[in-house]
Every structure is written in structure tokens, then in C-alpha cells.
């Protein structure tokens, strides 16, 4: 689909009926299951992907196919079948790193994203008296706080003295880049570890990461990303930006699963790096002596080096159909097009018909992804009106202290949900 200029976007279904006729990836609705509204069988608007996206039915497939050879194969499954299980994890690399513009010796399906979060701090967080600190925002995630700080403390730092916290300016919801490189600058000879998220997950800002990648490195300070409610969402280059580290869940965007499992990446110029400290497992062991058990740790020369276990094979399968979902849809930029459009059109209705009575604390235009955060301005609280729209067939979440996130997904959701949700949200205010 063309970019549609905003100015002409129209506040009527007839014309949301077009924008939809026009999209070039409205049949990926198809490859999803979509939860009914209860008691009917009317699609929910589902609004969560942010949260947790929605089931591809090719995750479905996969999870099944994975069930019955474990019934046929037993043990035998991690050599003998179409996909076996040993190198299972080898088939998500290259979609995997084409969404977050990596190599695919840099990134690898493994635990979960706060694990990954503490391993890799184990790697690039090594603190000295004199650098010690982390940069972290104000209001992170409270696992990426509870991580820093959890980890700071571990190497007998003071939270209080080694936690650089940035705030929004007082009166604003969002971070100003020049103000992140301000304090970068101003803190640069204490700082050990900068660790920010791509897409902020209340306020649904982007972070010009490029930017802040370039600081770390101007001043030699390691920078690891969150990059939760970036991945599947926005278009990324973490190889060429030099970003040191990242990590990520796949249930969100990349709708793999409740709690399926996280990925990272590593850039390269870290993979042979012998210095790094790190904790081992066997599952980073050399693979080809790998089942040589001789306890010599021989890591392989990429990121998986980093894996510890043999991985949920289960949950594998449901990243595997969910990036394979991706790929038929012609990968992140095609989607991020299209993204961009459902999300402005869901802006123009809102600025249209609700000016007064929701405000929209995410930033425009580029600094945002999928996500809109709305702040309820009428009399009726927030967490009311939020109750209101969740009966009349909307989800979408709500996060205290006063925001209703909504995130249209471009694999699934139309033109037409946009203005089915703000009919829905006018009657609700
Ligand atoms: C969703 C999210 C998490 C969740 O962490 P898990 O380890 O997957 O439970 C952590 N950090 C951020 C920024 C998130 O958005």
C-alpha cells in the first residue's frame, strides 16, 4: 500500500472500507486466530498486540507437528526428523535478525527477557570505582529496574549513587533526545552501561536509538537495549548502529506465545572477545564437541555461545510459525508502512471527534510505533472508561497511574477496527 497523505484521510467508515481495500496485507488477518467478543461470533477489536499478540495459526501447526514427533520419535526427534531438534533454535536466526537489522551470528531465541537482561549484564556490566553507574529512565519496566538494580547491588554498588535515572522534563510525558545526550555527556566518565528501550512501553515513544548509539560510542560506554515493544513493531539496524547488546521477548509484537521464549543479540565485534566474562552452560559449548562432555568449555563463536540450556522446543515451534507469519507478509518494512498508517489514521480520529476529551501522550510522526497512549480528560475516570470500552468488545490495556494503551498490529487489524474503536470510545467518555 502507498502512503496515504494524512491531510486527505477521511473520518468515515466508507472511507476506512477503502484504506482496507487498499491494503496490500489486509489477507494476513487470515493467518491469525481472532478472539470473538463473548457470547457472539463478532471479532473482538483486539488492540493488545503490544501485550500479547494474537495466535498464527502456523504457530499452531508447528507446535502440533512438534507434539506428535515427540510421540513418534521420542528421543530420536532431535536428530532424525524434517526439523530436528538439536539445531531447532538455527531456523529462527535469519528472521529473527532481518526484524531488528542483525546479522544472524548476532541473535538467538533463548530463556526469557529479564534472564537475558541479567546474563548479558554478567558480560557488559563490570563496574570500577570510578565506572560504575547505568543509565536507565525514570519510569522503565519495573523488571529492567528491579535487573539494574538487583545487579548494581550484586557487585556492591549503591542503587543510590550508581542508578542515573532520566526523567522527562517536568509538565511532559516523554524523554527529549538532546536531554538523554545531555546527561550521557554529563555523566560519561562515570558511566559503565547505558540500558534503554527502542520503544518506551507506556508512552509508546521511540527512542532515536541511532542517536544514542552514536554517544555511547563517541564516549566508549557499553549501550544495551530493552527492546520488548521494539521488536515487530519498528524497523531497526542494531548491527550498523553498534549497539553492544539487546534483548526481547516474542509474545508481544511477535506473537509467539504467553510467555514464550526471549531472544537477543550480541554484536559481532564481541563474539570472540575471551575476556568477557560470562555465565556458561552446555548449550553455548563448541557444537561439535559439544556431547564430548569433557568439561572444557570451548564456546561457539557467535552469539549462541551465550545459550545456556536445550530450549522449549514447544515454544520454538510457535516463534518459528509466528517469524515465518512475518516473512509472508515481506518482513518488517512493508508492515511498518502499513503501521504507520493505521496508527495516524487512529490519531486523526481521535484528534477529529475526541480533541476535548482524550489527549494522546505518545509522540507523532516518527517517534512512534504501533502503540497510542490515551489519557482520559473528562470527567469520568480513566479506569472507567477503559471498563466501559473492554464490555463493548474492545481490548486493550490499561496501565497505572492513568494511560489506556491501544495498538493496532498491522498483520491483523484494519481500517475499519479505527473507526469501530473510536465509535466505541465516544460513547464511553
Ligand atoms: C514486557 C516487558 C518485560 C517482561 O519481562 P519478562 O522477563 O518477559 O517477563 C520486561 N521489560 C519490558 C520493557 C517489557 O515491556
Known amino acids: ?67 506428535i514427533k515427540w510421540q513418534q520419535l521420542g528421543v530420536k526427534g532431535h536428530f532424525e526428523s524434517e526439523f530436528p531438534w538439536m539445531p531447532y533454535h538455527e531456523l529462527l536466526a535469519e528472521s529473527s535478525a532481518s526484524l531488528v537489522g542483525a546479522k544472524t551470528t548476532e541473535v538467538v531465541c533463548m530463556n526469557s527477557l529479564t534472564a537475558n537482561l541479567h546474563f548479558l549484564m554478567v558480560s557488559f556490566y563490570q563496574p570500577t570505582d570510578k565506572k560504575h553507574k547505568i ?20 557487585h556492591g554498588y549503591d542503587p543510590a549513587d550508581s542508578m542515573v535515572l532520566l526523567k522527562p522534563r517536568q509538565g511532559e510525558d516523554c524523554l527529549r533526545t538532546a536531554d538523554i545526550l545531555q546527561t550521557i555527556d554529563e555523566q560519561a566518565d562515570e558511566l ?35 527492546l520488548a515493544h521494539a521488536a515487530g513493531n519498528i524497523e531497526m539496524s542494531l548491527h550498523d548502529w553498534g549497539v553492544d547488546f539487546a534483548a526481547w521477548c516474542t509474545y508481544k509484537y511477535l506473537n509467539s506465545g504467553p510467555g514464550s521464549i526471549a531472544a537477543c543479540f550480541v554484536h559481532e565485534k564481541h563474539h570472540d572477545n575471551a575476556e568477557l ?41 510457535a516463534i518459528r510459525g509466528s517469524l515465518e507469519t512475518f ?25 477529529n471527534r475526541l480533541k476535548e476529551q482524550v489527549g494522546i501522550i505518545t509522540p507523532d510522526d516518527d517517534l512512534s510505533g504501533c502503540q497510542l497512549s490515551l489519557t482520559i480528560k473528562t470527567e469520568k475516570p480513566g ?16 496501565r497505572e497511574p492513568n494511560v489506556i ?25
Open 405 to 429: 494503551r491501544v495498538a493496532p498490529a498491522p498483520l491483523y487489524n484494519s481500517f475499519e477496527e479505527m473507526v469501530q474503536f473510536v465509535d466505541i470510545l465516544e460513547k464511553a467518555v
Open 135 to 154: 543509565l536507565i529512565e525514570d519510569h522503565a519496566f519495573p523488571s529492567d529496574h528491579y535487573a539494574v538494580e538487583s545487579q548494581i547491588k550484586f
Open 192 to 226: 559503565a552501561l547505558i540500558m534503554l528501550p527502542g520503544v518506551q512501553y507506556y508512552t509508546g515513544q521511540v527512542l532515536d536509538m541511532q542517536q544514542i548509539a552514536d554517544a555511547a560510542q563517541h564516549h566508549g560506554i557499553t549501550l544495551g537495549l530493552d
Open 327 to 351: 516473512d509472508n507478509a515481506g518482513g518488517i518494512s512493508p508492515l511498518r508502512n502499513k503501521s504507520k498508517q493505521l496508527t495516524a489514521y487512529l490519531r486523526f480520529l481521535l484528534n
Open 277 to 317: 566474562p560470562r555465565f556458561t552452560g552446555w548449550w553455548g559449548h563448541d557444537k561439535s564437541t559439544r556431547f564430548k562432555m569433557d568439561n572444557t568449555f570451548v564456546p561457539i563463536q557467535t552469539v549462541e555461545s551465550w545459550q545456556l540450556s536445550n530450549p522449549t522446543i514447544l515454544s520454538l515451534a
Open 383 to 398: 479506569k472507567a472508561v477503559f471498563d466501559a470500552i473492554e464490555a463493548a468488545g474492545v481490548t486493550c490495556d490499561w
Open 1 to 67: 500500500m502507498g502512503l496515504i497523505d494524512t491531510q486527505v484521510f477521511e473520518d468515515d467508515m466508507g472511507f476506512a472500507q477503502m484504506l482496507d481495500a487498499n491494503d496490500a496485507l489486509r489477507h494476513m488477518r487470515d493467518a491469525f486466530y481472532i478472539p470473538k467478543m463473548k457470547g457472539t461470533s463478532k471479532d473482538e477489536i483486539y488492540l493488545c498486540g503490544n501485550s500479547l499478540g494474537l495466535q498464527p495459526k502456523l504457530s499452531a501447526k508447528y507446535v502440533k507437528d512438534e507434539l
